[in-house]
């Protein structure tokens, strides 16, 4: 039996409330420093994962401090004693203020089954277009932290609900690791151990026999990150000696897989938020594309105004026909700056504050989605999201990588 999915040797913080240890994923609120300055002065003093991670709001070309700084508050956490191992798995029940819960699987991935290029055909496959120019920041952060903290989120093709639905049922049979109120309107999460995954092993092997696919897990969130894991454990493979580097901690990944039929796992929409551009130039680029009597709708928000355009094509056509405009533009006009956006709301409120331009794209579907990935490798760039920003993934786990 192949073992897609492996324990690990997970460290938990040895505390009674996680409500100030646990953060959201570090992607998140890009465009919105005063999300986590709120955050920062609500976890004051308290031991966190924010003192364990650099926001995508704050980062830049000279971040040397900060991941000093990072790398620093891991190693006296480490020394510290705060943290409790296990060697096991983490069944996870979260519930977002919605009311709505997603079940998921904190463990370990093989990154030698894993590949961001878009040639290969790895048993995990990236679902959208690796930025190789994103990885090298985001490296200097992995490459001398000791610990990893994961918001990355692995689809599993389990529309039977086989593998979750009897773990979920059985979970008060299971120690519960923790149980509290999330940070930040997050909502609540739970945590129960799982000491083994051979079942889930099982039922995996069974589902990639049955859906005939070449790849068992496609990446739902956190590409880059799981791309600059790969990256390092490239870098330390190919330059050490030793005859044991295969057995070095950094192989493996931990991660959060989730069904991509969960009820709780809502397809989002990625927007666009576009500054220092010409507006009109960027709408009537598009307006050529568009069609009178198009399935799908882009609206474009600037000066207060929505220009609504519609598409006879798909929606992962769409989101690569938008971006081959933004990308040329931005290629043309240095000043311009794209950024991209979980949620309307959001998106609008920083458009109007920014005198910017706000491209509000349509939503992804779920129905033939490992299909789509199987036949066309990947997505376009920001192709959909998992939920609105607050849902994304909290750090909570850790894992030893070197």
Same mark, same amino acid.
């Given at each position: 039996?192949?073992?897609?999915?492996?324990?690990?040797?997970?460290?938990?913080? @040895?505390?009674?409330?996680?409500?100030?240890?646990?953060?959201?994923?570090?992607?998140?609120?890009?465009? @919105?420093?005063?999300?986590?300055?709120?955050?920062? %002065?609500?976890?004051?003093?308290?031991?966190?994962?924010?003192?364990?991670?650099?926001?995508?709001?704050?980062?830049? +070309? @000279?971040? &040397?401090?900060?991941?000093?700084?990072?790398?620093?508050?891991?190693? !006296?956490?480490?020394?510290?004693? $705060?943290?409790?191992?296990?060697?096991?798995?983490?069944?996870?029940?979260?519930?977002?203020?919605?009311?709505?819960?997603?079940?998921? *699987?904190?463990?370990? $991935?093989?990154?030698?089954?894993?590949?961001?290029?878009? @040639?290969?055909?790895?048993?995990?496959?990236?679902?959208?277009?690796?930025? =190789?120019?994103?990885?090298?920041?985001?490296?200097? !952060?992995?490459?001398?932290?000791?610990?990893?903290?994961?918001? =990355?989120?692995?689809? /599993?093709?389990?529309?039977?609900?086989?593998?979750?639905?009897?773990?979920?049922?059985?979970?008060?049979?299971? %120690?519960?690791?923790?149980?509290?109120?999330?940070?930040?309107?997050?909502?609540?999460?739970?945590?129960?151990?799982?000491?083994?995954?051979?079942?889930?092993?099982? =039922?995996?092997?069974?589902?990639?026999?049955?859906?005939?696919?070449?790849?068992?897990?496609?990446?739902?969130?956190?590409?880059?990150?799981?791309?600059?894991?790969?990256?390092?454990?490239?870098?330390?493979?190919?330059?050490?000696?030793?005859?044991?580097?295969?057995?070095?901690?950094?192989?493996?990944?931990?991660? %959060?897989?989730?069904?991509?039929?969960?009820?709780?796992?809502?397809? #989002?929409?990625?927007?666009? !938020?576009?500054?220092? /551009?010409?507006?009109?130039?960027?709408? +009537?680029?598009?307006?050529?594309?568009?069609?009178?009597?198009?399935?799908?709708?882009?609206?474009? !928000?600037?000066?207060?105004?929505?220009?609504?355009?519609?598409?006879?094509?798909?929606?992962?056509?769409?989101?690569?026909?938008?971006?081959? *405009?933004?990308?040329?533009?931005?290629?043309?006009?240095?000043?311009?700056?794209?950024?991209?956006?979980?949620? #309307?709301? #959001?998106?609008? #409120?920083?458009?109007?504050?920014?005198?910017?331009?706000?491209?509000?794209?349509?939503?992804?579907? +779920?129905?033939?989605?490992?299909?789509?990935?199987?036949?066309?490798?990947?997505?376009?760039? +920001?192709? &959909?999201?998992?939920?609105?920003?607050?849902?994304?993934?909290?750090?909570?786990?850790?894992?030893? =990588? &070197?």
């Amino acid at each position: 039996m192949r073992e897609y999915l492996k324990t690990a040797k997970i460290l938990l913080p @040895d505390i009674k409330d996680y409500t100030k240890w646990s953060v959201v994923a570090c992607d998140q609120y890009t465009g @919105d420093k005063t999300y986590w300055e709120k955050l920062k %002065e609500y976890v004051g003093d308290e031991v966190s994962t924010l003192n364990l991670i650099l926001p995508e709001a704050y980062l830049s +070309k @000279d971040n &040397f401090a900060d991941i000093k700084r990072i790398n620093d508050n891991m190693n !006296i956490y480490l020394k510290s004693g $705060i943290f409790k191992e296990f060697d096991g798995a983490v069944l996870t029940e979260r519930t977002f203020p919605s009311g709505k819960k997603r079940v998921g *699987i904190v463990a370990c $991935i093989d990154l030698e089954d894993y590949d961001f290029k878009i @040639d290969s055909n790895p048993l995990i496959r990236a679902t959208e277009g690796t930025v =190789i120019e994103r990885i090298p920041p985001r490296l200097k !952060i992995r490459e001398n932290a000791p610990l990893e903290l994961p918001h =990355i989120l692995l689809l /599993a093709n389990d529309e039977k609900n086989e593998i979750f639905k009897p773990l979920y049922e059985n979970r008060n049979n299971y %120690e519960k690791l923790y149980d509290f109120e999330l940070n930040m309107n997050g909502g609540h999460l739970r945590g129960y151990y799982l000491k083994s995954l051979n079942f889930v092993n099982e =039922i995996l092997n069974k589902n990639k026999d049955k859906y005939n696919t070449s790849f068992i897990f496609a990446v739902g969130d956190g590409n880059h990150s799981l791309a600059t894991a790969k990256t390092m454990w490239e870098n330390i493979k190919n330059a050490s000696k030793e005859e044991n580097v295969l057995n070095h901690p950094a192989r493996y990944a931990l991660i %959060e897989l989730v069904n991509l039929y969960d009820d709780g796992l809502i397809f #989002e929409p990625i927007h666009r !938020i576009v500054y220092n /551009a010409d507006n009109d130039i960027l709408y +009537k680029e598009a307006e050529k594309h568009s069609s009178l009597n198009g399935k799908y709708q882009v609206d474009f !928000i600037y000066e207060k105004r929505k220009k609504t355009l519609n598409f006879d094509m798909s929606v992962p056509k769409i989101y690569k026909t938008v971006q081959k *405009i933004l990308d040329g533009y931005k290629n043309l006009y240095k000043d311009a700056k794209i950024d991209y956006i979980h949620g #309307e709301k #959001e998106l609008i #409120e920083i458009t109007e504050k920014n005198n910017a331009l706000g491209i509000i794209m349509p939503c992804m579907k +779920k129905d033939g989605f490992f299909e789509y990935i199987e036949k066309n490798k990947i997505l376009p760039k +920001k192709t &959909f999201s998992m939920g609105e920003a607050n849902e994304k993934r909290y750090y909570t786990e850790a894992r030893k =990588i &070197f």
